[in-house]
């Protein structure tokens, strides 16, 4: 009953969106693909194909590969960390109390701060110096003082600590919904066959909050690839390359140094990177799904 | 009963030291911009001798806070409009036609979803000069919307729009109304819980967005708060005490906002994961 | 129908690079609209883009202001550890300043032709050629330097008194010194490592004294820029010289975690007797304790004598060749070129000028460098002489914090610097 004149109404109605996604985006990333196989740079008048050239100096720069490390690293682990804390927290705030809605409310505060101010935030109180107010703390209680971000072993901890702090309460309300969604009836019938309330976490909760695991995982995954703004506040990729990640690497080798080939090429190996690494998130969820229905 | 009360109590005092371990930070960060740098050196976590506005003042100035204030406003509302109009329309045609052309420019705005835009930035910075947008607002507007926050919110809007029964635009469409004016007469009042979603995250996200203006506002007058913040750090940075006020300047916007309309942003989060 | 989709995308294509060129073309005829429009007496608008903050240049731009009626200078601060993106990426867009702050990478930005050849005009004979060499490329000079800049070592001098020590003139009295004040409860040395640079500095320091001293090793820059020295050969034991601090624990890995700022207020405070820095921390050490009686001097060499400092002629300012306002723009240097706009400068952060005829009374605080200073002894290699110097002091600086957090040799740091030079030399020619 529709004839070509909706689908041309249509053509219009998306082009506006398709349109500007097309040139700020799909172009310029392909542009990246292009320039990867050049000698793109500032610095050159004449722009020449060097084939592969910049994979290969990439492949064989230990700090690129370090970076590209820290940062499936630090994805990965703050998937872990930060998903495990919120669920947590979901669990335990779930509850009609007193306190219970304020303490919520003020676990999702941090996700609306900027990353930056976090990090600037942060740096301080993490600081070596007299003022840094962990260490203070931990003094306090006698304990010997930390250099969280100047101890290589530690630095890139000590920022996913900041993140997880800040995101949890994001992801903390999703399971909470979730939870919410959740017949209490099969908590009953749990109840009946007598298990406790770490059985009933794993045998009831867990399967059920498949839909909010699933999205969450993939989220600080993603998430955690781009990390940016909270190393460039912190720690600035030191010391050394120790909290180096991808976008750090980006930016400081390619532009800083006028190699943007260099970074383009880095940005395609960013790319599959992510794309691997959601492909096995995925993959994995799959699987827990078809065993828990 | 003794058990429960008990119970009870474990949770309170669960309460308070999750309350605390989050809070803490916060607090230090609000107690210590009222202090002097000895003072607070001194007491890191005392409350201040006095409530000494001063810390705030210099901030203020340093920060051209006004002005700041005002870009990260006309950045965010404009892009946000422009979200939402151009996603539920795009949204819209994606879930209702059968055309296998609309079905492939979704796969690539898909591609957005999962790829981050930071690997596209160097070439973008070369298309947003050839437009002749370099440092307006309009260029970042533009990147915020298009580059980096389009695929979500299209994502989201189809999730909802696929739920939206589709009788009600057939008797529109019966009683004579066009494609376009059936959207935006029927079908879009409807998308009211899903629009306030996009709006919440596309709003947090573009306010937060440093890297954006960062590479693309480049004069003074047109920076953002955060470019502000960056501004007076660095190696030539003046006292810390002076410092956290700008942080505190910086982001209250958005904590008043989020105070006030709690219930909201948090259901907004919620609709965005579970909806899509 | 996949070949529809696929014409759409190539046609799609197309459209948006027609776009962008003729957006490229609009930029050109866009601006020289209002220009030829504009009466005489409109302000024209300059952009001035650089890494020190503006508080450093308050004055100069204030004398700015008031002697040039018809142009607003427009001043842009990027902290450096952004500055050469943001500017590279505008630069490439053609876009960018009119005027930019340079330093290390003059070079390179002259040799791409993003800067407006400079020799011809009268105002640059003004200069002392040590302080334009750094910015010219075969014969041709691309930017006018402003004020020196030099970093030594601050040192609270009533702490000095009061542990009864005395200011250091070789590496091993500097190390005893530091042994010293260790041993009767006070910190020694402040140092922000969470920052790259001091470590690499104070190291180059070293280097200053031992090796570049000597007139006939400054043909080693000229081999480096080549990639045919390396200075994981040259340098190497004037390095391990400085790796004694290391050794000897003053310079600790709890230093990794402190910031620039973070250091500054421990200095200032009166928690540690040293701090290495330059005169534009001055400021801020006396607002934070406007008590303190400081004193510069300069990083000591293993035997004993008057020292080196690190320094040069920092910055200076080009002008965009792109520059659609040109003239004003020459007319911001050429006032610059002049005594009372040099006094400006260094009224505004203590160096000396390069301008013929300019002198400079430093004052009280630097008297302990005052021998340095007259003897010339202010360098820096990767400013003054490399041609990608920024980033390879980049790499041998954040390999130092591996060498001070113990899991890398000083060879090996030297190694990453050559690395880094010659993947530079490898992708920039």
Known sequence: MYGKKRERVFLLMILPAFVGFFILFIVPTLMSFFYSLTNWSVYNADLDFVGLANYKQLFSDTKTMASISNTVKYAVLITIFQNIVAILLAVFLNKKMKGANFTKSLVFLPAVLSILVTGFLFQYIMSSSDFGLFNRIIQFFGGQPINWLGDADLALYSVLITQVWQWSGWSMVIYIANLKSIDSALYEAADIDGAGSVRKFFTVTLPLLYPAVSFNILMSLIGGMKVFDVIFAMTKGGPGYATETIMTTMIREGFNSGRNAYASALAVVFFIVVFILSRIVIIFLNRWERKIS | ?276 | MKKKTLTLLISLVLTSLLLMACGGEDTSSDADTPSSDETNEEVITLRMMGYNPESSRAQYLAYLDEQLPNIKVEFEFVALDNFNNVLNSQLQAGEGPDIIEVGGEAKLLARANYLLDLTEYDFMSKYAASGTAPYSVDGSVYAAPLQSWFEGFFYNKAIFDEYGVEVPRSLDQLIAVSKELEAQGMTPQAMGAQSWEPMMKQSIGIVNNEFYSNEDNMAFNDQFNEGEAKLSEAWLPYVEEWYRLIEEGILKEEMLGLSYDQALDDFATGKAAMWQSGPWAIETIYEKNSDIELGMFPIPGVEEGPGWLIGGPGSALAINANSKHVDEALAVLELTATEEAQHKLVADNAGSSFLTGVEVDLGEVYADSEEAFKLGNVYAPWTASWFSGNPIVESYGKSLQEVLSGTKTVEEALQDADETNQTLIDTLN
Request: hydrophobic share 55%; charged share 10%; aromatic share 12%.
């Open chain 2, 1 to 276: 009963m003794m058990r429960k009360k008990a119970t009870t109590w474990l949770y309170r005092l669960g309460f308070v030291l999750i309350s605390i371990v989050v809070g803490l930070p916060l607090y230090y960060l609000v107690v210590t911009t009222f202090k002097t740098p000895e003072e607070a050196a001194l007491s890191p976590l005392g409350l201040p001798s006095s409530l000494n506005f001063a810390n705030y003042e210099r901030a203020l100035e340093a920060m051209n806070y006004g002005n700041a204030l005002k870009n990260n406003l006309v950045i965010t509302v404009s892009a946000v409009i422009l979200l939402v109009v151009f996603a539920s329309m795009a949204a819209y045609v994606i879930s209702r036609s059968q055309s296998k052309l609309f079905k492939t420019m979704y796969n690539i705005f898909l591609v957005g979803l999962i790829i981050p835009f930071q690997i596209a930035i160097v070439p973008l910075y070369q298309i947003i000069s050839g437009l002749n947008l370099m440092n307006t607002h309009t260029g970042v507007i533009l990147v915020s919307v298009f580059c980096i926050n389009l695929p979500l919110s299209i994502f989201l809007l189809r999730g909802f729009i696929s739920t939206v029964p589709v009788e009600l635009e057939e008797a529109a469409f019966l009683d004579g109304c066009g494609t376009f004016k059936t959207f935006w007469l029927v079908i879009f009042p409807l998308l009211k819980p899903i629009i306030s979603t996009v709006v919440i995250l596309n709003a947090l996200a573009i306010w937060n967005d440093f890297l954006t203006p960062l590479l693309f506002l480049q004069s003074p007058d047109k920076a953002v708060l955060l470019q502000e913040v960056y501004k007076n750090v660095g190696p030539f940075s003046t006292n810390w005490t002076s410092f956290f006020p700008m942080l505190v300047l910086s982001v209250l916007p958005l904590v008043v906002f989020y105070i006030m309309m709690q219930k909201r942003v948090i259901e907004g989060v919620v609709a965005g994961s579970v909806k899509g």
